[in-house]
């Protein structure tokens, strides 16, 4: 009887140490699960693109949306935080969007990035400000002479003799120079030059555009405003192209021999032009009949890794 009472005994205490370290490990288990979603009326997380910075001791995080007031508060403590946009600068967004690009190209990693190149060449022609020098090379043509870059400048001849078989010249000219710029997207750059005795800039200040359509509509009407007067002077014009620093330039003149650049002068712009730029200087000669081409334009093109057209005027 004492024996059975012992074993009784034993069986209970070994019952609740049993469920005692039973309790522990659920209350350790419950201990460690994940919190519970948020219940109504708390913030909720979003998903979306969270940009960091560092100020200080302090790392602020925003999604470029407005909270309850958190933010603000946390500006007022901190008044670094109201100038964190700023270190977002666009050409962060740039360097994003290169490196994208490169991505999509043939890195070996190109499959975390799905469509990188789509992606880059997308935000690169949107024309939202991103740098023309990260843009693509474009064909673009002139009365048949051609040049691939992404700069360009066109120096124009407007002298009196391009107004001469009723206007012809100058509006075959101006006609060709739009149709020219149509195709250029928002990261290519360009500028127009026309000339007589001196240089009429659209842009002046030494400066390539980018040709988004706002600047596409304002060259449109600075060509179709120019007029046919005075004398010639080539040399100008296209020293002032050179200190652009364009890819290509596309030079049309209806001059001949009895205007000719002198040979100092084309020496000059040949050798400033191959030690400093490296541009494509493209010619097209307007003339009256059958080819009569000019030896010092043909020459030019030739010494500027160019094109030379002759266009006769009288089937403009």
């Known amino acids: 009887m004492f024996l059975k009472s012992k074993d009784t005994v034993i069986s209970c205490i070994g019952s609740l140490i049993f469920h005692v370290i039973l309790g522990l490990l659920l209350l350790l288990y419950f201990a460690m699960l994940p919190e519970p979603p948020s219940a109504p009326g708390d913030r909720n997380a979003v998903g979306?693109?969270?940009?960091?910075?560092?100020?200080?001791?302090?790392?602020?995080?925003?999604?470029?949306?407005?909270?309850?007031?958190?933010?603000?508060?946390?500006?007022?403590?901190?008044?670094?935080?109201?100038?964190?946009?700023?270190?977002?600068?666009?050409?962060?967004?740039?360097?994003?969007?290169?490196n994208i690009s490169a991505i999509g190209?043939?890195?070996?990693?190109?499959?975390?990035?799905?469509?990188?190149?789509?992606?880059?060449?997308?935000?690169?022609?949107?024309?939202?400000?991103?740098?023309g020098s990260r843009g693509g090379k474009t064909n673009v043509r002139v009365f048949g002479t051609e040049g691939r870059a992404s700069s360009f400048v066109y120096v124009f001849d407007r002298s009196g003799s391009m107004n001469e078989f009723?206007?012809?010249?100058?509006?075959?000219?101006?006609?060709?120079?739009?149709?020219?710029?149509?195709?250029?997207?928002?990261v290519h750059k360009?500028?127009?030059?026309?000339?007589?005795?001196?240089?009429?800039?659209?842009?002046?200040?030494?400066a390539l555009v980018f040709a988004n359509d706002i600047n596409k509509v304002g060259a449109e009407r600075f060509v179709e405003g120019t007029v046919s007067?005075?004398?010639?002077?080539?040399?100008?014009?296209?020293?002032?192209?050179?200190?652009?620093?364009?890819?290509?330039?596309?030079?049309?003149?209806?001059?001949?021999?009895?205007?000719?650049?002198?040979?100092?002068?084309?020496?000059?712009?040949?050798?400033?032009?191959?030690?400093?730029?490296?541009?494509q200087i493209n010619v097209i000669q307007f003339g009256v009949g059958a080819k009569r081409e000019s030896g010092f334009l043909k020459k030019l093109a030739a010494q500027n890794r160019g094109q030379y057209v002759y266009v006769n005027v009288a089937e403009l």
């Open 190 to 206: 360009f500028n127009i030059i026309f000339y007589n005795e001196k240089p009429l800039i659209w842009k002046p200040g030494r």
């Open 105 to 131: 190209r043939g890195n070996p990693n190109a499959g975390a990035v799905p469509n990188a190149a789509a992606m880059a060449g997308s935000l690169q022609g949107s024309g939202a400000g991103f740098g």
């Open 48 to 98: 979306g693109i969270v940009l960091a910075g560092n100020y200080g001791e302090e790392t602020a995080y925003t999604d470029g949306s407005s909270d309850d007031g958190t933010e603000s508060e946390r500006s007022k403590d901190n008044p670094s935080l109201e100038e964190g946009v700023g270190i977002f600068s666009e050409i962060d967004l740039r360097d994003t969007v290169a």
């Open 229 to 279: 007067s005075g004398g010639t002077n080539h040399s100008a014009a296209l020293m002032e192209a050179l200190s652009l620093s364009p890819e290509v330039i596309f030079f049309l003149t209806d001059g001949d021999e009895n205007d000719a650049i002198s040979p100092g002068d084309q020496e000059a712009i040949t050798k400033r032009n191959n030690n400093s730029v490296g541009a």
């Open 166 to 186: 009723s206007g012809r010249p100058i509006r075959a000219a101006k006609k060709e120079l739009i149709k020219s710029i149509e195709p250029l997207e928002a």
